[in-house]
């Protein structure tokens, strides 16, 4: 049996900083990707083996605002586009053993889209101490997940489920 993998990530980016007013300073920038991705197999679930590709365009914006309160605390907003890639193993269609569990790749794997948000309050109680908190949320198209194969072993694959998902939470 035997997979082999290739990931070929081409990018350029350019970003902007201004000084909006005296206390409030953006960064605003854009990233585009060229991304291929193949993935071929020949397999004890694929004896005739196979090659699964994808060529795709990513253009990813983002957006950093910093508004400073005072010498010692800012809030900061940032937004940007980024994208999840499946990992070879997810793709290719062979059956990989871990120590517990039994997984299953899927070639009809494709990448998710994800739009992120965080807002954030930094204190500098000293030079070299910083606290902060941030409320952060994620909205995901295609979002990636592992699911279970009904099957005599329970074994596990991975699929795009939905058409989209979100993630939130705080961090401190």
Do not use: C
């Amino acid at each position: 049996q035997t997979y082999e993998g290739e990931q070929n990530i081409h990018a350029g980016f350019v970003n902007l900083e201004y000084h909006l007013s005296e206390n409030l300073s953006a960064i605003v920038g854009l990233r585009v990707e060229k991304v291929e991705q193949s993935v071929s197999w020949r397999t004890q679930l694929d004896f005739s083996g196979r090659k699964n590709t994808f060529n795709r365009n990513e253009i990813l914006p983002n957006l950093m605002l910093k508004y400073a309160l005072n010498e010692k605390q800012n809030l900061r907003l940032g937004a940007s586009k980024t994208y999840t890639l499946p990992q070879f193993k997810e793709r290719a269609l062979f059956i990989y053993e871990d120590v517990t569990e039994v997984k299953i790749g899927n070639p009809d794997l494709y990448p998710s889209q994800n739009y992120n948000l965080d807002f954030k309050w930094e204190l500098f109680p000293q030079t070299d101490e910083v606290i902060s908190a941030t409320a952060f949320g994620k909205y995901i198209l295609d979002p990636i997940n592992e699911t279970l194969i009904a099957s005599a072993t329970n074994d596990i694959s991975f699929m795009n489920t939905g058409d989209n998902g979100y993630v939130y939470g705080v961090e401190v």
